[in-house]
């Protein structure tokens, strides 16, 4: 059971901007803990895309941007891709050490 | 840059001990200043946090699987493990390796980067 609650998918077209949310409470993104987020392509593991809940690795295109707000953060991915298609998933420290991470959001590409 | 890299047996029987294995290269575990976390993904569902190990031996296990778990480094040989005793079918899952960052501002969280490919292990007789 994750502590961490995520739409299980979104859609866009092309071009497109899209947002994931990732909805947490006062044991972990609100009590002000940072939000990272994860893009899993299929058949492959989870590579880092946003850490600290705005920050981008280098490498990772400025079209993904993340942000957080009390107890909530979110992913935007602005000009959609086919290469987006993926599972994404955040991840925040909880008090209770367990359900760390979202259950993950499936971006289909229109 | 960092890479990692899991080993270890592919099928596993009930109620026997999982054991994996992360080779790390392009850096050395010894140096500090991370934590080397083990971290599954049970077949088409969400990832689920199994603990860290530091360098000096210092461990962090997930409550829920406390009790199962051991993490045990090797700096000579730059490697960490994992063992999971008394394994059911709900353990199957692809079990991956990473690199745990903690964050530099006060009570930021940690964050992993990178991940090893990932290895499926299976329970069943």
């Known amino acids: 059971q994750s502590v961490l609650t995520q739409p299980p998918s979104v859609s866009g077209a092309p071009g497109q901007r899209v947002t994931i949310s990732c909805t947490g409470s006062?044991?972990?993104?609100?009590?002000?803990?940072?939000v990272h987020w994860y893009q899993q392509l299929p058949g492959t593991a989870p590579k880092l895309l946003i850490y600290?809940?705005?920050n981008r690795p280098s490498g990772v295109p400025d079209r993904f941007s993340g942000s957080k707000s009390g107890t909530s953060a979110s992913l935007a991915i602005t000009g959609l891709q086919a290469e987006d298609e993926a599972d994404y998933y955040c991840?925040?420290?909880?008090?209770?050490?367990?359900?760390?991470f979202g259950g993950g959001t499936k971006l289909t590409v229109l | 840059q960092v890479q990692l890299q899991e080993s270890g047996p592919g099928l596993v029987k009930p109620s026997q001990t999982l054991s994996l294995t992360c080779t790390v290269s392009?850096?050395?575990?010894?140096?500090?200043?991370?934590?080397w976390s083990w971290i599954r993904q049970h077949p088409g569902k969400g990832l689920e946090w199994i603990g860290y190990?530091?360098?000096?031996?210092?461990?962090y296990y997930n409550p829920s699987l406390k009790s199962r778990v051991t993490i045990s480094v090797d700096t000579s040989k730059n490697q960490f493990s994992l063992k999971l005793s008394s394994v059911t079918a709900a353990d199957t899952a692809v079990y991956y390796c990473?690199?745990?960052?903690?964050?530099?501002?006060?009570?930021?969280?940690?964050?992993?980067?990178?991940w090893g490919q990932g290895t499926l292990v299976t329970v069943s007789s």
């Open positions: 990473a690199r745990d960052i903690p964050s530099t501002t006060p009570g930021g969280g940690d964050w992993f980067d990178p």
């Open positions: 392009g850096g050395s575990i010894s140096s500090g200043g991370y934590y």
């Open positions: 190990i530091y360098y000096s031996g210092s461990t």
């Open positions: 006062s044991s972990n993104i609100g009590a002000g803990y940072d």
């Open positions: 600290g809940n705005s």
């Open positions: 991840q925040s420290y909880d008090s209770s050490l367990s359900g760390m």
